[in-house]
């Protein structure tokens, strides 16, 4: 079994982009891998947050992992912060790191435009993503297109380390699925669809009412004319309107154009609409179970604990192979 390595972070709501790129592969890679999924929200304090909203929405993001249909006897589920490992190795690595390969990072460039002040967390928070994955030697990483270059810097972190101290860590690789992994904004198509936009009309959250996800498709941006055909280059906010439903529908790109062929965007909209609703609902009921319940401190006691044992072997033969002094008695 291979060793998968992601985590989102707990700032905003997740959207159905989060659920179609990210969740929906997480379910699957967790009956034939083994699997760390976690809550980042070390990377989320690298800006500001309110701490009674950091708590509910790292609880709420754990939640619905679960909710989503990621098994805790399958797969590890855990807050980044529980696991003390990470934040240590991320030091180490930050060490390792050179100003110039934080400068070129275009998140950070992009976080940053425009900004008074900004903290060094932001900056040198590539170098704790590396330690994320290297800390498990996980073999794949399943990232977005705007998460690559972070895991080249990972890569180039590990081969630097094992020859400076000898073969140790595993070196990365993606996992990007070829459909569905960059779900788009409804408002528009040539951005990512994010929890962090402000136009809330944007997106989708998971948790969104029936009434509210019927509102914002039939108010998604659609391109001139009205056909509904599948062409990125061309229709590209139609075409994205088609992959969430390609997705939620469970049927292919050819299906959904064959089954709206000279009806127009208005039919097609209210489609799309009930197959959202249709997939999110279950996962909403399940996750007021969760939270109800409280046994996601238990499950997330119970992922840390699994996670801790892997990563203090991982930070212990690091320390030992840069000559650290190892405690004695």
């Known amino acids: 079994m291979k060793k998968v390595l992601s985590g989102i972070q707990p700032s905003g709501q997740l959207t159905l982009g989060n659920y179609i790129g990210a969740m ?37 993001v754990a939640a619905l992992f679960i909710a989503a249909g990621i098994d805790p006897a399958k797969a590890n589920i855990f807050v980044q912060s529980h696991v003390r490992a990470h934040a240590e190795l991320g030091w180490i690595l930050t ?43 996980a073999d794949l990483v399943p990232v977005g297109d705007d998460q690559k270059q972070h895991l080249e810097l990972t890569r180039d972190l590990a081969n630097r380390f094992n020859s400076r101290f000898g073969d140790y860590f595993t070196i ?16 528009d198509a040539s951005k990512k669809m994010s929890k962090s936009n402000p136009n809330v009309g944007s997106f989708i959250a998971l948790l969104d009412e029936p009434s509210v996800i019927r509102k914002k498709i039939s108010r998604a941006t659609t391109d001139s004319g009205r056909e509904v055909k599948y062409d990125p280059a061309n229709k590209p906010e139609i075409s994205n309107l088609i992959t969430i439903y390609s997705h939620c529908a469970n049927l292919s790109i050819a299906e959904v154009e064959a089954r709206y062929e000279g009806q127009g965007y208005g039919p097609f909209k209210k489609d ?31 992922g840390a604990a699994r996670a801790s044992e892997l990563a203090d072997r991982t930070l212990a033969d690091v320390k030992e192979k840069m000559g650290f002094l190892v405690p004695r008695g």
């Open 24 to 60: 929906q592969n997480f379910v699957k890679l967790q009956e034939t891998e083994e699997c760390f999924f976690m809550v980042v929200d070390l990377h989320a304090i690298t800006v500001p947050q309110e701490p009674e909203m950091l708590r509910e929405q790292s609880e709420s």
């Open 95 to 137: 060490t390792l790191t050179g100003m110039g390969e934080l400068e070129r990072m275009t998140q950070f460039k992009d976080k940053s435009a425009g900004k008074e002040s900004v903290g060094a967390g932001l900056f040198v928070y590539p170098s704790l993503m590396a330690a994320d994955i290297l800390v498990y030697n």
């Open 172 to 187: 990365p690789e993606p996992y990007i699925p070829k459909v569905g992994a960059r779900i788009m904004s409804l408002d």
């Open 272 to 302: 799309l609409a009930e197959h959202v609703v249709n997939v999110l609902e279950p996962l909403q009921q399940k996750y007021k179970s969760i939270r109800e319940s409280g046994e996601i401190h238990e499950i997330l006691k119970q």
